[in-house]
């Protein structure tokens, strides 16, 4: 891969290299996990709300959910996007941002042992500069882990219902090169854009591969999948770090 | 590969094989291109609308769009669904799915060539099971075939402004087996679900995969990816076959 | 009448001729009534679902119901239509074609009988060159039809709970001339337009006649009601021979 | 006909006989036409807007347009009803009276006279006691009356452009018999309704009969039909008398 | 003050003089209470409607609720607005004014008395010169009272359950002059604009002071809050006169 | 007033006490001005944005506009709440919040010398503890002083266009006693609620005072006011000190 490659990126890192990455726990004070997740530039307040009731499809079913919501502030960008509310409703790119994020965090969590309840991941992005979806994905997980503690306060579940640590970052193909953690010039000027889901085993939960304007070949797709498992496991390292784990807090850590 | 699997599909096809694929053209006669794209029973129509506009951010520029947008008739399904104009506008689902057949055949057009024209590809599901999404891509394809040889006889351009073929379809892991185009049955079972377009070369414009309460391997990936490979250029076959290929319409075929 | 009226209409019909007129049972699978409906070159696809609820006005009355709902498909006219849901609901002619069609087959139902269950009857217009709104009448007759078979079927009644057999035409005064079943070019040049819905008895449903930019006379009315009744009791035979009405199926008949 | 019917109304009318009609002219002071449409307890403010503009469609045409609104106080009727606005827009029903208000009073101006400017009648029902459309065609021919002298007034055209006075009525089978002009309680129970518009000279301008659970005869209708004229064109004196009309004011009068 | 003032205002008042204020009961039949309020030249229609049910808030707690809609027709004004539900819901203008409206209403009533529920204040403004949101409260009180007679004969209370009585006045800064009940020229002109809600002890319930566009000082505001103490207290007595109040109707009075 | 009431507040402050007042400014990086403004737990992020257009009232007038649009994280207080984009649009509150913060910080810029530009006020809260429209008001000026600055770098305007300093604080008549700067305890048993928009020179530029469930005497309100000029200039002195004001930066300081 391209550690030795020649060409500094625009802010000088390797292509392999993350961002500053920092979850900052309990950013604001009222919900039951709230963590500001900075990639860099790139800020996302995620929350954590935990709701005792489940969507109509579930009720009786002794199942939970996890379910997502995003959006950008007005100003979280260099020019001024309108609020959805006064274009009536989520954008389409918001609307897959959400999806994405709410199904991500869903297959984390053994819904089975959260029983009838509903934790609703919040991500607002206070400012943006390129992969604000995986960092509302990466940084949703530590605030979900913070709200699932405090249910196994409250004597809920003796263990935390979750399967595998997760985080996700964004890949891309730029003037031929694989880099990792795309910032929002380079993210611009992709030709491949690719977001990647994992977990702490180096298994896939999701894919999202882009060429608009271009296309990707086999070695391509080897080459950045490559990199986005280096990154989700050092991603997850600053996770547990911000977290604290502790022993046998997880079944599986 | 599980061509010598064992386990029939619930249709007794084998796990590489596709449905009976058909691409009917000139299914209504006011769209520029109107074709009922068929996989088995999933029935979608693909009509392909010129006009001789483009979206704002492009006007003055010299370059032309490619837009989609897609909806399922309410009892194209065997539960009626509620048309989106009762719920104030397409769900998430609708969203991101014309959100991918839009970047997909807009991928595969020349913008430059094109013009300042917008083509607008209407996928109409009348019936699904299964694999809509990629049956409007497939079907959206042949229908922007049609709309550009309507402009290329109105003299617009000397050639198709084309730069593939392009196909997609679903794959995904059922029981552990990766299986090719997946009806609604085996859908409903699959761990993992990708959807994959790609073009004649075997080049990638989109990949998308989730394990929604799974996880998947590289290897799984490997697999499904073959899988889809195959697919793919099988339905380019069914393409070229009912558009009937002319010698040099198009620069690359 | 207008047998022998010198002037051939554009699609060289006489004065009082239907266009070819089929319905098509079965055009899709999961519906309870699943009927294409075509008048010449208009196309409407009407599908009847079967709820086993009420509105609320209804709910512990023993009663059930029937309404509809009307949309066209952006392509199914020369000039692409935006989809209602991009308008935020319904325009208003298709509302007024909506209450039309509900009306008028739940004029046709004993709703006791049905009892507290509802029939939505969709029509989806694929293709349109004038008279949607009567095929959509006629055609949902037909699903209506469909669907209370099946109801029979369960057991549900021992008769189906029809009080007679309905359609509906369009008939207009154009260059002065009354004629039946306009196609889009007709309607167009119409001074007159008006829509007749009647049963195989003879009797009126409902009329709905509109001179914009011109007025009628009683003896112009008397002129178009006739023909409607020659239309309406014609379209009647071939909703009968669609449905291969078998003896004692329905009470009247 | 039933003027020697036994059977006396609930209002203790003839069957052939309207209820007290006013139109009560300047009845708010900003419009160009102002008047308060009374038929028994029945009333209907009709306000008329002159717009120097007309609709995309007509830009550049040199032709005028009439439209028309229609909405219901909450309190008009005995149980409130909500606004349009809590529900996201005009009923079906509002939707289908607003546009049979704006065909009728289209019909009757000559829009190629009028020029390039819109008429907009608003028909706002204070209170509520059946016929409300036809009050609100009957009163609102008097404020587009008022809003054409307006503009003759400021010199815009030196006769008013209307092609003739136009009045509307309902009438209905109640029991069996028909009725003119229904209050609430009579609608209610009638078989069959029937909305009829007509000009001076007796001619038609749109005729809507409806049998909701019922249907009708010929006779029937022909029995409807002329009760509506007579009842229109006493309809039309009570405007003439509200307007004054001065000799010479209309081409035709 | 101003009696001595020099300077007559546009319709020949003294600045602490109210525009002629009366207010017709029962203008409309079906309401629990119906007052066509007017000042001058300015008519708004309250209604009131007893619903028995409270919002989901209130559910079990025995207490009741008192609340408001505010909307302008159309051509209430010289220059024509859009109906609220072309525009899909109330505008901020008119949210402001029903919140206050409703808070003012809310705040006269013994809620525990009455009982759980809602009274629904709609204020329609027919014709509108200036004052309408005070208008608004001081004609909605009158409806209100209306209403809670008509609960009390109904045996639902033995007294009125009302606090006090209650008007509102708008108060402004014209050219320097405290001016009372400002007409829309006034209004338009003035630098302070104030709306003020007073009960018949003289203590405020409710003020509401903008200065956009200027600024007010502690004296001005002294000035101002004295001519609104004359104002609603005047008021207050065309309220008593108009409702015809009794011995012992309330506990305060 | 009430330094030597012997009854402490819920967190220990003086009657007559704000809670730690801070405006971080930059504390996103794209806007024109970003400020993040505390009142103790309360945070709020209000962003100004320049636009170089205006509404369309203002088009060709050569004067500015300033706006705002407020909003709530969904877990900026205790209990989620949803966001307006889910329930179609900005609710009552809001509406009313954003009208105020927009009419403040207008009165305080001189439009003409703005010129045909709009600056966008964006105050979305990310805590809530009381007193967030109030901190909106606060913040926003600070906001707005730094993009009025980014103009005068540009070479717009020679002097900042602005008219005075502005803040805004809320008071409170709780349990009889008139409190400064209520927190979300206070704020929810408080009888008498009211925010004030005050300038350097102590002259108001807004007052809203609400007694819902109580009324409030000339007596109390002179109490609160003088507390709200207490606080106004207090605030006032902490956005100076934040703004590090330079000689001659304002025609007035």
Not at 17 to 24: D, G, I, K, Y
Not at 145 to 161: C, E, N, S, T, Y
Not at 209 to 221: A, I, M, Q, R
Request: hydrophobic share 40%.
């Amino acid at each position: 891969m391209s550690r030795d490659s020649m060409v500094l990126r625009v802010d000088g890192r390797r292509n392999d290299e993350l961002r500053p990455v920092t979850f900052q726990r309990n950013f604001t004070r009222y919900a039951e996990g709230a963590v500001l997740a900075s990639f860099g530039e790139t800020r996302v307040l995620c929350t954590a709300t935990v709701e005792e009731k489940v969507p109509s499809f579930l009720r009786g079913s002794g199942r939970g959910w996890v379910t997502a919501e995003y959006s950008m502030l007005p100003r979280s960008t260099s020019v001024r996007v309108s609020r959805s509310t006064s274009r009536g409703g989520p954008d389409g790119r918001s609307t897959e941002i959400q999806r994405l994020v709410g199904r991500s965090l869903r297959a984390c969590v053994d819904l089975e042992s959260l029983g009838e309840r509903t934790i609703i991941l919040d991500c607002d992005v206070l400012q943006a500069d390129g992969g604000t979806r995986t960092a509302a994905v990466s940084g949703g997980f530590v605030a979900l882990f913070d709200a699932l503690r405090h249910l196994k306060k409250q004597g809920v579940f003796p263990v935390l219902p979750l399967r595998f640590f997760l985080s996700a970052v964004s890949v891309g193909l730029v003037a031929g090169s694989p880099l990792l953690d795309l910032c929002y010039r380079e993210d611009s000027a992709a030709e491949v854009d690719m977001n990647v889901v994992m977990n702490h085993r180096g298994e896939y939960v999701e894919i999202q591969g882009t060429g608009e304007g271009s296309v990707f070949t086999g070695s391509d797709l080897s080459g950045l999948l490559l990199l986005a498992a280096v990154g989700t496991l050092e991603i997850i390292e600053f996770q547990k770090e911000a977290l604290g784990i502790e022993d046998g807090e997880t079944a599986f850590s």
